[in-house]
């Protein structure tokens, strides 16, 4: 009995001292708080939130993707989509999800910060415990994202997450207007996440990204404001309910209140139908 009770107490104080020492490891005060509900200030329509959106963006793009995005933008005129396919229930995908869609949480622990989005699949998970890039990368929407925090006036407390993001697939485009990245996919994006010395309700990510549709890096700084609310209200969003979009083939359609399908733009032609029996009505 003595025995069973030793090894007991062992384990009680091995537990102890392990709860202690990750306590010591882990000091949340050493972070910023980024707690509670977050939005973009602004919308989350442009990706540089200080100029009009479209053209009015004066996007750094090389003639031959500024030709692609002139050619988006007449279709969307005409009522097609272009290179944004948000429409078809995609993330928006690295840089575009930094514009701020829908409701954002940060949470921060020892080796990974996450940006929770309520919004079609959004969330981030940036890595900072010092973790190498592999060599090969799974390219998906969003990428992988490897970050460092670190403490720009030295006071012992960490301000900034730096973070640096690779790895991606397409179709992916910079905001709604559908400025174009390059269908390479060898984006590179930087962030400076940190919250404002001025107001602590408000926090900055200043994205730079790096493309081959571009002809020299393009820097721009989102900010977002923090709830008042002591307990905000989280919403939720189901892309496919009521999504009113078709696309078959290559082509977009949709679905009329009828149930019925129609064109997006003037003269589309029908989707090919030739598995189908012909009736006459």
């Not at 020299?216 to 309910?241: D, Q």
Request: with cysteine.
């Amino acid at each position: 009995m003595f025995y069973r009770s030793s090894i007991a107490a062992a384990a009680f104080v091995a537990a102890l001292c392990t709860a202690t020492g990750d306590s010591r490891a882990w000091d949340d005060a050493l972070y910023p708080d980024f707690s509670g509900q977050w939005r973009p200030i602004g919308g989350p329509g442009r990706f540089d939130i200080s100029k009009p959106a479209g053209r009015g963006q004066e996007a750094p793009l090389t003639p031959e993707y500024q030709a692609i995005f002139e050619a988006n933008v007449k279709e969307q005129a005409a009522g097609g989509q272009g290179t944004t396919k948000t429409y078809r229930c995609f993330s928006p995908g690295m840089p575009r999800v930094t514009n701020g869609y829908g409701e954002i949480e940060f949470v921060v622990t020892p080796g990974t910060t996450h940006i929770l989005v309520d919004h079609i699949y959004d969330n981030r998970r940036i890595f900072t415990d010092g973790r190498p890039w592999p060599a090969e990368i799974t390219p998906t929407l969003l990428g992988l994202s490897i970050g460092h925090w670190i403490d720009t006036d030295g006071d012992g407390r960490y301000d900034v997450l730096e973070v640096e993001t690779r790895g991606f697939r397409g179709p992916r485009s910079f905001d709604a207007s559908g400025l174009p990245l390059h269908s390479d996919n060898q984006t590179i994006v930087k962030e400076r996440i940190y919250i404002d010395k001025n107001d602590r309700n408000v926090a900055h990510d200043e994205v730079t990204v790096i493309d081959h549709a571009l002809t020299r890096p393009w820097t721009v700084m989102k900010n977002y404001r923090r709830s008042p609310e002591l307990y905000p209200t989280w919403s939720e969003e189901n892309c496919g309910e009521s999504n009113n979009h078709v696309t078959i083939a290559d082509e977009d359609y949709m679905l009329s209140a009828e149930g019925l399908l129609m064109p997006t733009r003037k003269d589309q032609a029908p989707p090919d139908l030739r598995y189908f029996k012909k009736y006459n009505r």
